[in-house]
């Protein structure tokens, strides 16, 4: 079992930033791949970012430019770096981590961005 814990989130202005962050903890030595997640109200959950244990990154080109993904092989963490937000990056975003045959997911974080 895995266990994600995200943290970052919150209210910023457009054009503002925010650093997010995920912990990963359990049986973390096989996971393969981490990233993010986002759903805003009313709207299907999409990818946002993923990063390989190689880092190997696959953006949406909606933040192509903006965020940035990195890990930390060393401390089980991954974060998204989030820079020039717009009102439409607003959305709860999730951590998730996936092995051979398993995904896992964090309980999701508030993202706000309104002036």
């Known amino acids: 079992q895995v266990q994600l814990v995200e943290s970052g989130g919150g209210l910023v202005q457009p054009g503002g930033s925010l650093r997010l962050s995920c912990a990963a903890s359990g049986s973390i030595f096989s996971l393969k791949a981490m990233g993010w997640y986002r759903q805003a109200p009313g709207r299907q959950r999409d990818l946002v970012a993923s990063?390989?244990?190689?880092?190997?990154?696959i953006y949406a080109v909606s933040v192509k430019g903006r965020f940035t993904i990195s890990r930390d092989n060393d401390k089980n963490m991954v974060y998204l770096q989030m820079n020039t937000l717009k009102p439409e990056d607003t959305a709860v975003y999730y951590c998730f981590a996936g092995d051979l045959g398993n995904d896992y997911w964090g309980q999701g974080t508030q993202v706000t961005v309104s002036s």
């Open positions: 990063i390989t244990s190689g880092g190997s990154t």
